[in-house]
């Protein structure tokens, strides 16, 4: 059984446990990043928006953002009546996880892409968006391809941080550096580019030769801007998933990691 690295953030550390471990992993977690939810006033400007029908769409690009919004629109509006207004709206969804997530919460999902990505949610919206005014809520270092591809797309977009990503350093994060170090990770899983940042440092403090320890593993980035940051740290990156979703780096960690051993 090979050990994974799974950094996630605490709230989806128990589960992503689990879903590791169903994957035939051994498991070993840490969150090199805590969520915050973020009041701002691009939000009440949301509501306010929100209220006065004058939004086209809705993008959720992760359950994380989900929660947050509802969590902060409770301090504006009874969640019957936010539900109520979302319904004018036409919600996009980043992928599955995220439309379960919403659809718990009570919000009709209008549309989600076939490549669960940025990239995916500028080529499904990119036609038809002209003209529209458009909100984004997600983390605050959310990549720039979405905004800049929707608005190229003649869109109006509004980028709303919804929640704040803030670099972690506690006794896990030590322990999975001590184990990366003593050559005992078999593959890592980097979900976010500051998680990847976040624990590449924690190493890096470690040892000089922190670099070479992650590069002997197999290396997953759960999408293209993780890639990037992992590449700019000198990490070499060997998967890619097909959706930017960690059930499908998880099976594509795994396919790899089953090829090579036979």
């Keep these: ?40 006033t691009l939000f009440d ?81 990119a036609g038809e968006v002209k003209g529209k005014k458009i909100y ?22 509004v980028d709303v941080p919804v929640y704040r990503l803030v670099k972690l350093k506690d006794e896990e994060m030590i322990r999975l550096a001590e184990m990366t170090l003593a050559g005992k990770i078999d593959a890592f899983a980097f979900t976010s580019a500051l998680s990847a940042s976040s624990f590449i440092e924690t190493v890096c403090e470690l040892s000089k030769e922190a670099i070479d320890h992650i590069n002997s593993a197999t290396v997953a980035a759960i999408g293209y801007p ?3 940051r992992l590449e700019s740290l000198g990490i070499r990156v060997d998967i890619v998933p097909p959706d930017a979703t960690y059930p499908a780096m998880l099976e594509s960690l795994a396919s790899l990691l089953n090829k090579s051993t036979i």
């Design 1 to 40: 059984m090979k050990t994974l690295a799974v950094m996630r953030p605490k709230n989806r550390l128990q589960e992503s446990e689990q879903m590791a471990i169903a994957a035939g992993f051994n498991p070993i977690c840490a969150s090199p990043v805590e969520i915050l939810f973020n009041k701002s």
């Design 45 to 125: 400007e949301f509501i306010n928006n929100l209220t006065n029908n004058t939004i086209d769409y809705l993008i959720i690009t992760s359950t994380n953002g989900a929660e947050a919004m509802c969590s902060l629109a409770a301090d504006h509006l009874s969640q019957e009546k936010f539900i109520q207004l979302l319904s004018s709206v036409k919600v996009i969804a980043i992928g599955p996880v995220s439309a379960k997530a919403l659809s718990r919460m009570g919000i009709n999902v209008f549309e989600t892409p076939s490549e669960y990505s940025s990239r995916g949610l500028v080529e499904l919206l």
């Design 136 to 157: 984004i809520l997600r983390s605050d270092h959310g990549d720039g391809l979405l905004s800049q591809g929707l608005t190229e797309a003649g869109a109006k977009v």
């Design 226 to 228: 993780t890639k990037e």
